[in-house]
């Protein structure tokens, strides 16, 4: 009797056909955001002009028009996080202390999930700097923050660790990296966790399990476009009922 284990092959299968995915979305939305982006700029300037000119109108006049600027924005910023998934957004990569970076963040996050919910810091020692973008990290976190915080209804602990990481070869390429050092960002929480099918859709542009109105589904997909065009991961480890963590792995 011969016997082949074939778990590996099948696992590499999964992680090229996901990749594949996440890539062909991306040049879909890529496309489909910078068309629409310039069609915003026209929107937005005119808008502008034409607010200008509608000083001496009547209320409801100019009402009309702040709501099509309103809208306009809120667009705008839509097709900022579909320009992050697709990697397209512009970067402004600089050496970042994290560590100090995530302590700033912390007044933030505590006015942004509750007091139902603990902040717990974990700051890993002789953290080597990032080359990253730091406003666009902070938002990053910030994202991984609210999902964590929809996670938690009833309230619970939100935890930020951070350390080095030096990734070898065998485990950068199951993870479709480089192999090298990189600076490991981990957000986790004691939520409600979610399944595998539901993880393996959670960076899909427009994927979300919230309530209608209550996200526009591009927190996560923002988050790991920002993390690829960075040169860097972002991995999900979650069970139902157990919590979930995002790690975000970036260039050292």
């Known amino acids: 009797v011969y016997l082949q284990d074939f778990t590996r092959q099948k696992e590499m299968e999964e992680r090229l056909r996901q990749a594949q995915k996440m890539d062909a979305l991306g040049q879909l939305t890529g ?3 910078h068309d629409f982006n310039n069609l915003l700029t026209v929107i937005l300037g005119n808008i502008d002009m034409l607010t200008t000119h509608l000083q001496s109108a009547p ?3 100019r009402g009309h028009a702040d ?3 309103i809208a306009g924005e809120r667009a705008a910023e839509l097709t900022h996080r579909l320009l992050a998934f697709a990697r397209r957004q512009p970067l402004n990569p600089q050496q970042t202390d994290v560590n100090a970076l995530v302590s700033e963040a912390k007044q933030l996050l505590e006015r942004t999930v509750g007091e139902d919910i603990s902040i717990e810091l974990a700051c890993g020692k002789d953290l080597w700097p990032a080359i990253v973008d730091p406003h666009e990290l902070q938002n990053a976190i910030l994202n991984l923050a609210i999902n964590a915080r929809d996670a938690m209804p009833a309230g619970g602990k939100l935890t930020i660790e951070t350390g080095n990481a030096a990734l070898q070869q065998d485990y950068a390429e199951d993870h479709g990296m480089t192999a ?3 600076i490991m960002i981990a ?3 004691s939520g409600c966790g979610m399944s595998a099918e539901v993880a393996a859709q959670a960076f899909d542009p427009f994927f979300t399990t919230k309530a209608e109105g209550k996200g526009s589904g591009l927190g996560l997909a923002m988050v790991y476009g920002f993390a690829r065009q960075s040169g860097g991961q972002v991995k999900i480890y979650t ?3 157990d919590g979930t963590t995002v790690r975000l ?3 050292r």
């Open 187 to 189: 957000v986790s929480d």
């Open 59 to 61: 209320d409801d006049v």
């Open 31 to 33: 496309g489909i955001a």
């Open 249 to 251: 792995y970036l260039p």
């Open 67 to 69: 709501v099509i600027r």
């Open 239 to 241: 069970e139902p009922g």
């Open 180 to 182: 090298g050092n990189y």
